[in-house]
């Protein structure tokens, strides 16, 4: 009987120490930088195009790493959001290096979308999935601004 109670706390201990662990992961997470390298989108069909995101992801720490299970992410002005995706992972940012991710999401064509694009400059809304266990889930949200450059249309 004893031994069936250690081993329960143990077990319980285990998942807490887990969750303590995970919870500073995404803590990190939280603190790396992120870059829009590139946004770009591409007409499918009439109704549909294809959404393209760049990050560049830095970990500053030169402890911690920085780990991830996905994230989703929605380019939004003000009030509305106008395309959306995912990056699957898992990702995972050793201490002081970077990562670049990419990602292809399908759209709705939105003028909104295209003309915010074409000025190259918007808002970036990222929720960061760290880790899913036992219905519990542990995420961080960053929201990053973009400015692309706009590229020289003479020939």
């Known amino acids: 009987m004893r031994k069936g109670i250690g081993a329960l706390g143990a077990a319980i201990l285990g998942i807490i120490l887990f969750f303590v662990a995970a919870h500073f992961v995404s803590q990190q997470f939280g603190r790396c930088e992120f870059r829009i390298i590139d946004i770009r989108i591409d007409s499918l069909d009439i109704f549909h195009s294809e959404l393209k995101l760049d990050l560049m992801v830095i ?80 995420t961080s949200n960053v929201s990053v601004r973009f400015y692309l450059r706009q590229n020289d249309k003479s020939d």
């Not at 002081?96 to 000025?119: C, I, K, Q, W």
Request: net charge negative; aromatic share 8%.
């Open 59 to 138: 970990n500053p720490s030169d402890l911690i790493p920085a780990f991830a299970s996905s994230i989703r992410y929605a380019i939004t002005t003000d009030h509305d959001t106008l395309g959306q995706g995912i990056i699957s992972g898992p990702i995972s940012v050793m201490p002081g290096d970077t990562a670049f991710l990419h990602s292809y999401a399908l759209v709705r064509n939105d003028p909104r979308l295209m003309e915010l694009l074409y000025n190259g400059e918007g808002r970036v809304k990222m929720k960061i999935y760290i880790i899913k266990f036992l219905g519990l889930e542990l």
